[in-house]
């Protein structure tokens, strides 16, 4: 038996709620997904933090989901150290963290370091300062957690992908299943005779 234009009608509107209930799947992910935050949003909740404390600076790295950001006083008087260099020692890497004017910070931004420092756990750092004439070396711990805000970005972002791509398929599987049914439609009997 034919499908009347109007169940065909019907059909393709199904289809087309399908694909959109599906491809909307990746909104739905619910509390704690990675929307995309602007960082003003990711500096409200608690992120991965290192300090370090020597006679002479007072250092404090926070660990965002494209940097770490370090800032460096002096212990004594509490006035911003600028414009110094600063190396960050990373599972046996010394990486240098140049100085940010426009934000007064100190900025470890190196791929491969920022991968090993979201890993969950406690990672010990060593920095070496050189301001002026002063120079120090000053170690801490970073402590990640999987709810960190710069370790959810990413552990989250394989989600998405997964979400987009099982709402793909799915998109696919009704599309398929409308294409088998117009076809049997135009042909009702296809080994039988007419």
């Given at each position: ?7 065909i ?44 404390v ?8 926070r660990l ?14 509490t ?20 100085f ?6 100190y900025?470890l ?15 010990p ?46 998109g ?13 439609s135009?042909n ?7």
């Amino acid at each position: 038996m034919r499908n009347t234009p109007m169940e065909i009608k019907h059909t393709l509107s199904t289809l087309c709620a399908a694909i959109l209930i599906a491809s909307s799947a990746a909104v739905w992910a619910g509390e704690g997904h990675d929307h995309g935050e602007s960082p003003a949003a990711q500096a409200g909740k608690s992120l991965p933090v290192v300090t370090a404390v020597s006679e002479s600076f007072e250092l404090v790295g926070r660990l965002h989901h494209d940097e770490l950001s370090i800032l460096i006083d002096r212990a004594s008087t509490t006035e911003p150290v600028l414009n110094a260099s600063l190396t960050v020692d990373v599972d046996g890497h010394s990486i240098a963290a140049p100085f940010h004017a426009d934000h007064g910070d100190y900025s470890l931004s190196d791929p491969a370091a920022l991968a090993k420092l979201r890993q969950i756990g406690s990672k010990p750092l060593t920095f070496t300062l050189v301001a002026g004439n002063d120079s120090d070396l000053l170690t801490g711990e970073l402590d990640v957690h999987d709810e960190d805000p710069a370790v959810a970005g990413h552990l989250h972002g394989w989600k998405e992908y997964a979400l987009w791509a099982g709402a793909a398929l799915a998109g696919l599987a009704l599309l398929s299943l409308l294409v088998r049914r117009i076809r049997a439609s135009r042909n009702p009997h296809p080994g039988g005779a007419a």
